[in-house]
């Protein structure tokens, strides 16, 4: 495809074989040990996957041997940054799942997998952290709450505790007796899971049968007439039926009271299940009706009270503070319940709701208010955690800067990340880290494939650059010559970045060496500790420099940054992608089948799918078994292979037969590239 000229201005090689992009350097010792590497990454990942894949493979070939699952993998694509410290590596495939799992079977040293159980531990345990932290914040306004209550709450609550503590103990003197006992097997343990879990649901069945039976809801049907035939028994019919004797009182026979109890069950459940989704579709209707209707309060009808309108309670609910705020909210939720189970009850004995009345009226009322309140509270705590925020910052701007010339400097540059923390505050951008963090927690497993492939891959890259040394010796020289630099650097600035001055003062001595070390790791943890926006200029240039130190140490031990994603192909469009056209027709030739006929179909298969408009299909080699070598190629529609602004898919493949290698190149046109024209 030849040469390309990137938008940067830098020229950027394009190979045929390999697919990688990279920057070409200025120097030629560069550019082979990025094409090297590329190539070595691509073969290794290439034969990896289907290793790795044969146990997952032997198991699903067992089920139906016909259909196996085979994730194919499109496209190895490998991005190189200006630094070559840096390497993206980006798999596209068409199951990324069965892939990403199929890395729990690779094999790497006992070192790293002690490794892996430890960030595995630890991140388990900032997840627990994480969850406590959310919690406390909850727990800590319950417990100012708690204190206030009477004398009476308290002694139940000591009556409580003491019960507790006696259960504790002879739990306690239990498990010391089974320690003698041998453990259970996972088997063992499901088994008693799934019994347990039996045994709650019956209990759950019976206690809602019994509160039916209280309530009276069992409910006979006969034609269009509904009859409540279980109505409550008073204590006076009780009485009775106690002193009745046994000729007076009629059994019937066990079986039929079985039987019409479960047809009474059924149709109950049934009635009831139904009458909920009807209730829930009214209310619904009758909500959205009240939300039209709110601004005029005279077509709502008598059951408006002022002492729902939020409107007039604003200023007041603003003082008070948010620990009884939460409260409220607890409070009027157990209300609204209560509410809607009486609104419900009257739904099922009179068929509908009336719109017009108190009920009805005072719930939706109530419910308006309760949401109001809520977005109060919240918008409260914004406004709480800015002001904790200020003060933080106010703190900051007086302890200046260790007594540096540069202390104005510092305190408009803390101003300065003052003013963006209000602004990601108010756009709510600042539980980012939050929501990221979470994420990362929520997928533990993941995340320690990914540290174990990636330490794999860096073992990889390491040993490759030790056999080729003298590919290495300019990038090692380049690191060195940084490392001085940076030095230099800190050493001529370090009244700036650490209050230090090293031109007064006697250098030599061990005392004077141990407080330039002390005062410099303490900046250092100070620095570490703070957050995004409290860090000041010196804080973050000494995180800037660190980084530097950091990579330039990395390439001087050559190992490299490694970054890795998986893309999920759409299997859709996955028959349109040049390298499995290309992998299908390699598998044909290996197959022994006519050439011809494998390309004319591929062809034919291609023009057909929807976005294709040009197709070009190459083979090259000892085809048929020929003695001499020779290439025959297949085109429909166009194909501009020397225009830029063209969206060409390529891909190349070799079949190994038994008459030798026969080259496979592919060429997939998609139509032109839309170019930006600047006005």
């Given amino acids: 495809m030849g040469q390309k000229v990137h938008p940067l201005g830098f020229r950027v090689g394009i190979t045929k074989k390999h697919q990688s992009q990279w920057f070409a350097r200025f120097n030629k010792n560069k550019y082979s040990q990025s094409v090297l590497e590329d190539r070595m990454i691509r073969d290794t990942l290439s034969k990896l996957f289907p290793e790795l894949l044969n146990p997952v493979l032997n198991k699903t070939q067992k089920r139906d041997e016909e259909s196996s699952i085979t994730p194919r993998i499109t496209q190895i694509k490998i991005e190189r940054g200006l630094i070559p410290y840096e390497i993206g590596i980006q798999i596209h495939a068409e199951n990324c799942d069965i892939l990403k799992s199929a890395i729990d079977n690779l094999k790497v040293k006992r070192e790293l997998i002690v490794k892996l159980q430890k960030t595995r531990r630890y991140l388990l345990n900032l997840k627990l952290k994480l969850k406590d932290f959310t919690n406390n914040s909850s727990n800590t306004e319950s417990n100012s709450i708690s204190s206030e209550l009477n004398d009476s709450s308290n002694f139940k609550k000591t009556k409580g505790l003491k019960s507790k503590l006696e259960r504790k103990k002879v739990g306690f003197n239990q498990r010391r007796f089974r320690r003698g006992s041998p453990k259970l097997t996972k088997q063992e343990l499901r088994r008693q899971r799934l019994i347990k879990k039996r045994l709650n649901k019956r209990k759950s069945i019976r206690r809602r049968y019994r509160q039916l039976i209280l309530k009276g809801l069992f409910i006979k049907k006969t034609g269009s007439k509904i009859t409540q035939t279980c109505a409550l028994k008073t204590q006076k019919t009780r009485t009775k039926m106690q002193s009745l004797t046994a000729s007076h009182v009629k059994i019937s026979a066990p079986q039929k009271n079985a039987f019409s109890s479960r047809i009474k069950k059924k149709f109950v459940t049934i009635f009831i299940q139904k009458m909920n989704k009807k209730f829930l579709a009214e209310l619904k209707a009758l909500l959205s009706n009240y939300s039209n209707q709110a601004s005029e309060a005279n077509l709502l009808g008598l059951g408006i009270s002022k002492k729902w309108s939020f409107e007039h309670r604003v200023a007041s609910l603003k003082m008070q503070p948010i620990y009884k705020l939460n409260k409220m909210v607890s409070v009027l939720e157990q209300k609204l319940l209560v509410k809607l189970e009486s609104l419900r009850k009257e739904f099922i004995a009179f068929g509908s709701i009336s719109a017009r009345s108190a009920q009805s009226i005072g719930y939706f009322q109530i419910l308006t208010f309760l ?8 918008k409260l705590k914004r406004e709480q955690k800015l002001n904790q925020s200020i003060s933080k910052t106010s703190q900051i701007s007086t302890e200046g800067s260790l007594g540096s010339p540069t202390s104005g400097l510092s305190n408009l540059v803390a101003k300065m990340h003052f003013v963006n923390n209000l602004k990601l505050e108010q756009s709510g951008t600042v539980g980012l880290a939050q929501t990221v963090l979470a994420k990362k927690l929520s997928n533990v497993d993941d995340e320690c494939r990914k540290i174990k492939f990636i330490e794999y891959l860096k073992d990889i890259v390491k040993k490759h650059r030790t056999q080729n040394l003298y590919l290495y010796l300019a990038t090692l020289s380049d690191a060195r010559k940084d490392l001085r ?11 700036f970045l650490f209050g230090l001055n090293l031109s007064n003062g006697g250098s030599s001595g061990d005392s ?18 703070k957050g995004d926006f409290e860090k000041t200029f010196q804080d973050v240039f000494l995180e800037q420099i660190e980084k530097q130190r950091t990579m330039c140490l990395q390439n001087l031990q050559l190992t490299p940054k490694i970054s890795i994603k998986f893309y999920s192909v759409n299997p859709k469009t996955l028959q349109q992608k040049a390298s499995i056209v290309a992998a299908s027709v390699v598998d044909a030739l290996e197959q022994r089948k006519a050439f011809r006929k494998v390309i004319k179909d591929a062809k034919e298969n291609l023009m057909r799918s929807p976005g294709v408009k040009g197709v070009k299909i190459q ?9 001499i070598a020779r290439t025959e190629w297949v085109r429909a529609g166009r194909v501009p292979l020397q225009t830029l602004k063209a969206n060409l898919d390529y891909s190349y493949k070799t079949a190994s037969t038994i008459y030798g290698i026969i080259g496979v190149r592919v060429w997939i046109f998609k139509g032109y590239v839309k170019l930006i024209t600047q006005q």
């Fill in 371 to 378: 949401k109001h309140l809520k977005e109060l509270v919240q």
């Fill in 485 to 495: 630099q940076i030095k230099q650097f800190v050493k001529q600035h370090a009244d």
């Fill in 512 to 529: 004077f060496k141990e407080k330039i070390h002390q005062r410099v790791s303490k900046v250092l943890e100070n620095s570490a500790k």
């Fill in 619 to 627: 083979v090259a080699g000892r085809l048929n078994g020929a003695e």
